[in-house]
Nanobody
Framework: QVQLVESGGGLVQAGDSLRLSCAASGRTFSSYAVGWFRQAPGKEREFVAAISRFASRTYHADSVKGRFTISRDSAKNAVYLQMNSLKPEDTAVYYC???????????????????WGQGTQVTVSS
């Protein structure tokens, strides 16, 4: 099991950028696939992006493709979400989560992840 802590959220204007970080402790983080999800008030948790154990594969939701980029630094036990050209509809609490494998049939489903961080708020004003 890994422990995850997100950071980097904040209040920005439309068109701005933010980089979220997901720091891990516990077992070797590099052996886990990691996903970013977000949840806006009154809405279900939504998949944003995922990255495989050795960063050989990534997958981004259509709603963020071309604007957000997931990456990881195994030496720092961290995964990042670079968010550019932010829109008001990106406003949500962002969570990182881990699972053992990068499985395309599972990575977009919150229920397939075993560990979660506490979330970081991202608010984009128009």
């Amino acid at each position: 099991q890994v422990q995850l802590v997100e950071s980097g959220g904040g209040l920005v204007q439309a068109g701005d950028s933010l980089r979220l970080s997901c720091a891990a402790s516990g077992r070797t983080f590099s052996s886990y696939a990691v996903g970013w999800f977000r949840q806006a008030p009154g809405k279900e948790r939504e998949f944003v992006a995922a990255i495989s154990r050795f960063a050989s594969r990534t997958y981004h939701a259509d709603s963020v493709k071309g604007r957000f980029t997931i990456s990881r630094d195994s030496a720092k036990n961290a995964v990042y979400l670079q968010m550019n050209s932010l829109k008001p509809e990106d406003t949500a609490v962002y969570y990182c989560a881990s699972r053992p494998f990068f499985d395309m049939s599972a990575i977009t489903s919150p229920g397939e992840y075993s560990s979660w961080g506490q979330g970081t708020q991202v608010t984009v004003s128009s």
